[in-house]
């Protein structure tokens, strides 16, 4: 894996507004100091960060420029989410696999000394190191496609490239009918039922006593999620569409491994 010149060029824009010493600190403690020329060549903050981050890129040294976007997010003063460098930096770190996310803590204004708010950022792989998001969404495809359902495997494949590109609303909408698709297939092909709808095709397999204890609430749970904040812009969040992704992949997985 190597970030992307838009993400290194992100960051060296924010890290030229940082003064020669912090600039100095924050290179040498991300461990991407090896190209700076340092603040006695006399050259702008720009020029010395644009170097070293340059330097780092160069030689695929992705974990300094990683810390480098870590300690960018936080400073004494961290980044807020609606700042926009910081929206720049995490989307295009999205495109690069990394998930950045902000963790805040709210203050308390009731107590003396007031407690601030608190964020602290982490940037992570996307999908984790548990579940990554490529091989299980990949493999799913292909598991789709030997079972017969080419419709459900082209809409997974759309949701990914969207949710890597960090258009949210997209994946979700995708999401829907990838799970509508397999829903209705299996309740046509298990029982009389016949239509195109995915929340009667649950309740036509629950009829036929096909899930088991909890499972029924559970997946219909789960369709009835999916059509929350599903394609409408600006309702979406990065937790939400992380969790639905590996929701409903692991969801059609199972059902496709049972039943198809």
């Not at 991300?30 to 170097?51: I, M």
């Not at 780092?56 to 870590?70: I, K």
């Not at 995490?90 to 007031?114: E, F, H, Y």
């Not at 397999?205 to 394609?231: C, P």
Request: net charge negative; glycine share 8%.
């Amino acid at each position: 894996m190597t970030l992307s010149e838009r993400t290194v060029g992100i960051m060296i824009d924010q890290a030229a507004e940082w003064g020669h010493s912090e600039l100095t600190s924050l290179l040498m403690r991300s461990g991407v100091g090896k190209g700076d020329p340092g603040h006695e060549s006399g050259l702008s903050r720009a020029k010395r960060a644009g170097a070293a981050l340059k330097q780092a890129h160069d030689d695929e040294n992705d974990t300094g420029l990683l810390d480098v976007a870590r300690n960018l997010l936080n400073t004494s003063r961290p980044a807020n989410p609606k700042e926009q460098w910081v929206q720049d930096l995490t989307a295009s770190l999205r495109n690069d696999g990394q998930l950045a996310q902000a963790q805040i803590t709210q203050g308390d204004a009731t107590v003396w000394p007031p407690v601030p708010e608190t964020i602290r950022w982490t940037v992570e792989p996307l999908g984790g190191d548990e579940i990554p998001l490529p091989p299980q969404a990949g493999s799913l495809q292909l598991l789709l496609e030997e079972r017969g359902l080419a419709i459900a495997a082209t809409h997974l494949a759309q949701a990914f490239r969207s949710f890597s590109k960090n258009d949210l609303e997209a994946s979700n909408s995708q999401l829907r009918p990838t799970l509508e698709s397999v829903l209705i297939f299996i309740a046509e092909s298990r029982t009389s039922w016949r239509g195109s709808s995915g929340g009667q095709a649950i309740e036509a397999m629950n009829q036929a006593d096909l899930f088991g204890k909890g499972e029924y609430e559970y997946v219909i749970g789960l369709w009835r999620m999916s059509h929350k904040n599903g394609s409408h812009p600006g309702l979406s969040n990065d937790e939400e569409a992380l969790f639905r992704f590996h929701a409903v992949v692991s969801l059609v997985r199972f059902l496709v491994h049972r039943f198809c």
